[in-house]
Structures are given as structure tokens and as C-alpha cells.
């Protein structure tokens, strides 16, 4: 039995997502484009789902479209500078969680605030934010 040819769409279902991100990926340069014959689909080579799955999960853990093409220019054979642009994105991932703590700890406050001030007609929620120098460093 012949294997069908790898169109963009069987690319597109084998790498779990639609045609358009494949378009996408293109225009981006993360995917080559191949020739398109007289008359005919591009096919794609098989090497290609792996790639779009690598992007695909390489964006879920964070990294932007800009970082995966500079880590897929890298590719498997630099793996110390791989390294170091995931121990960048870790450490920008970590003063994002530190931000994010921050935050829900103001809203803590906040709400605590609502909770213990709730009898009277205004609403201390907004108050507090209203404040002069409310968060302000």
C-alpha cells in the first residue's frame, strides 16, 4: 500500500493543529514552504510534525515565537546555549510568579478590607485602590 503524501493538511492533523498555524509558522520562518509542483500540492516531509509539535509545546511551556525561532536556529548540537536561554526564560517565568504573588497578596488585603468593612456605604475596594499612593513604591 502507498503512503498518501504529506499535504498541509494531513501536516495540519498530524501536528494536531489547523492549516492556518502551518501558514502562520511559514510566514514566521519556523516551517520551510516547500515548492509547490505545476499543478499539483507541496508535500511536506514527515521531519516537519515534529517540528510544528516542537513549537507547539515549546510555546505552552512559555517560550514566545521569536524565542523558539532563535532556539530551532540553534538547533540539537548547541545544547549549552540552549541551556542558558531556558535558564533566561525560567528566571523571567520566576519574577513573573513573584509579580503574580505580589498581587494576589494585595488582593487578599483587599478583599479582607470588603470583608471587615462591609456596613458601611462605601465600598472599601475601591477606596483603597483610590488612594493616594496605594501601591505606589
Known sequence: MKKQPLTIGRLAKAAGVNIETIR???????????????????????????RVRFIKRAQQIGFSLKEIKQLLSLGSKQCTDVRVLAEEKREHIQSQIKGLLTIQSVLDELIDC????????????????SQKGFLED
Do not use: M, N, W
Not at 510566514?27 to 516547500?34: A, K, M, N, Q
Not at 470588603?114 to 485602590?129: G, K, P, Q, Y
Open 114 to 129: 470588603c470583608r471587615s468593612e462591609s456596613s458601611t456605604d462605601d465600598c472599601a475596594f475601591i477606596d483603597a485602590l
Open 24 to 50: 502562520y509558522y511559514q510566514r514566521l520562518d519556523l516551517v520551510h514552504e516547500p515548492q509547490k509542483p505545476a499543478g499539483g500540492f507541496r508535500h511536506y516531509p514527515v521531519s516537519v510534525i515534529d
